[in-house]
């Protein structure tokens, strides 16, 4: 526990499990939060017994119900320019060689949405629901939800949210393609953490690689993506781990990944 508790981590067998622990606040990020934030994924590169994170949000109203506006209202514009420039929660996400599965129950709006955004996978509970409403504020999302969104979703989709700040229940971000699963309240994160716990069975050198290789498809024109997908599969096979997974297979036994 960081932080006073407003973050949490707890290791379950390979997986960090990462809780936003402001229930009273339906686990608003204002500053500390995401301070404490940066440290547990900081945490979870380190440990090498942690091969795969798991992030949610504490109680069942919200996974992150937005940004703590309280923190706008004195706020100059050079602070907030300074604190969105520097290091970010969702770059922290994004850019992090593991797997990061977002575990969404109750509200996921504003902020909150573009944490989701930013992890790799999203498993919803079916009481989910989803919004970036910024524009009811006389703003726009400033957490990546511009960009991040539309490559998901589409750009009218994308648009239909961003431009009305209208919610959305878990089916229809199924729908669009927002969330992978939508599982019932009760066992929403035993499933994230069950699909945590099968990539983290799999070569930590591989799952990095294809993480990087997959998120490079979204910025790179397709010609130098092959050329990135060719060197990383070439760095997978000068592996340990890519030597193990083939006499496993030949020896039809499960293989032991070491990520070496």
Same mark, same amino acid.
């Given at each position: ?12 067998? +390979? ?11 339906? *686990?608003?990020? #204002? ?11 900081? !945490?979870?590169?380190? *440990? #090498? ?23 706008? &209202? ?20 994004? +850019? ?6 977002? !575990? ?7 902020? /909150? ?8 996978? +999203? ?12 524009? *009811? ?13 539309? +490559? ?16 959305? /229940? ?25 699909? !945590? ?25 397709? #010609? #130098?993506?092959?050329?990135? &997908? ?31």
């Amino acid at each position: 526990m960081t932080d006073g508790g407003v973050v949490t981590r707890d290791v379950r067998g +390979r997986t960090m499990l990462i809780t936003i622990n402001r229930p009273e606040k339906r *686990n608003a990020l #204002d500053r500390q939060v995401r301070s404490a934030f940066l440290d547990a994924i900081a !945490a979870a590169r380190a *440990n #090498d017994a942690v091969r795969a994170i798991v992030v949610t949000g504490a109680g069942d109203k919200a996974f992150v119900a937005g940004a703590d506006i309280a923190e706008f &209202e004195d706020r100059t514009t050079v602070e907030q320019w300074r604190a969105m420039k520097s290091a970010t929660i969702f770059e922290a996400v994004e +850019r992090c060689p593991k797997p990061v599965i977002a !575990a969404v129950n109750g509200f996921c709006l504003g902020a /909150g949405m573009e944490l989701a955004l930013a992890c790799d996978i +999203r498993i919803a509970s079916a009481a989910a629901k989803f919004g970036q409403p910024e524009v *009811n504020l006389g703003i726009i999302p400033g957490g990546g939800g511009t960009q991040r969104l539309p +490559r998901i979703v589409g750009l009218g989709a994308a648009l239909r949210l961003i431009l009305t700040g209208d919610l959305i /229940g878990a089916d229809d971000a199924l729908r669009l393609g927002l969330v992978e699963e939508v599982v019932e309240p009760n066992a929403f994160l035993d499933r994230a953490l069950a699909l !945590a716990e099968t990539i983290a069975s799999k070569s930590p050198v591989a799952v990095a690689a294809a993480k990087e290789a997959t998120r490079a498809a979204l910025s790179l024109p397709l #010609d #130098d993506g092959l050329k990135l &997908e060719t060197a990383l599969f070439q760095v997978c096979f000068a592996s340990d781990d890519r030597a193990e997974g083939v006499r496993a297979f030949l020896e039809k036994r499960s293989a032991q990944f070491t990520g070496k």
